[in-house]
């Protein structure tokens, strides 16, 4: 039962980042703003809203324009779904009542940060807004993890050198660069992912896992012509995905690695 709810939440909040993105770079009002085609700007009935079954019961063409929609639309909807899925699934942590506050604020962050990484690749920028947004939530996520830590002090340490880490990294690599490397937007995503990694070790596995992907996208892409050399390729999926993976996954990298290099 739980399975099924956390797909259609996550199915509708996939929804809502595609609706909300597009409406971001639009200036449009997300919060009371209706849902339009993004052609010709008709609104959308009831119908042509229901995630993935709308896009595939109209044939990915708008009900009244017939411009193509999106691939972009379903998939959003079916990788939030998944991620809330997989989020209760492999929950590094037993669930308690104050794991299952701790897990919805994760899953809001989650949202979050999958919402920069749809804006980030289509207009190769990081909303300072959302990322604020998801910066509050997560400090209420880490209060809520300190309080409920048997070591409260060395939480809050931990807490603070990954936030440090994750930041610190990319405004070295700012202020070398004088901007021209990367932008304040992944200084402040970097400070964000580091305080979501809430420890040292995950922090530093979030830029390994993103510089990996990183170089291995850019490299397929430059191997089979898809890109140029000079052409900017957005690094914010590539860190969000880490975290995405290290949240749910990060402890049993870290301990595999442990053992392979301090073996029993």
């Known amino acids: 039962m739980a399975i099924i709810a956390l797909v259609l939440f996550g199915l509708a909040a996939g929804s809502f980042v595609n609706a909300f993105v597009w409406r971001m770079h639009e200036n449009k009002n997300w919060v009371s703003g209706r ?23 109209l044939k990915a063409r708008c009900r009244y324009c017939q411009k193509r929609i999106s691939l ?3 998939l959003v909807e079916i ?7 997989l989020s209760y699934m492999f929950w590094p942590r037993p669930i308690s009542e104050i794991q299952i506050v701790i897990l919805a604020l994760w899953l809001i962050c989650a949202t979050g940060l999958i919402a920069l990484a749809i804006y980030d690749l289509r207009w190769m ?16 996520m880490t209060l809520l993890s300190i309080i409920q830590s048997s070591d409260r002090p ?14 610190g990294f990319f405004y070295v690599i ?10 304040g937007g992944d200084v402040r995503l970097g400070y964000l992912l580091g305080l979501l990694a809430a420890t040292p070790s995950k922090s530093f596995l979030v830029l390994f896992i993103a510089a990996l992907m990183g170089c291995i ?10 890109m140029k050399r000079s052409t900017p390729l957005p690094f914010g999926p590539f860190l969000i995905a880490a975290m995405l993976i290290v949240e749910l996954a990060g402890g049993g990298i870290i301990g595999l690695y442990s053992r392979l290099l301090i073996p029993a």
């Open 35 to 57: 849902s339009e085609c993004v052609w010709c700007h008709h609104h959308l009935g009831l119908w042509d809203l229901i995630p993935v079954l709308s896009w595939l019961w």
């Open 72 to 74: 972009q639309y379903p």
């Open 79 to 85: 990788m939030v779904a998944l991620v809330f899925v």
């Open 125 to 140: 920028l990081l909303p300072s807004k959302i990322i604020y947004a998801v910066f509050g939530v997560a400090l209420v």
């Open 154 to 167: 060395r939480a809050i340490v931990y807490f603070l050198i990954a936030t440090l880490i994750g930041g």
């Open 174 to 183: 700012y202020i070398l660069s004088k901007g021209r490397w990367i932008g």
């Open 217 to 226: 996208v850019g490299a397929y892409m430059a191997v089979f012509h898809k």
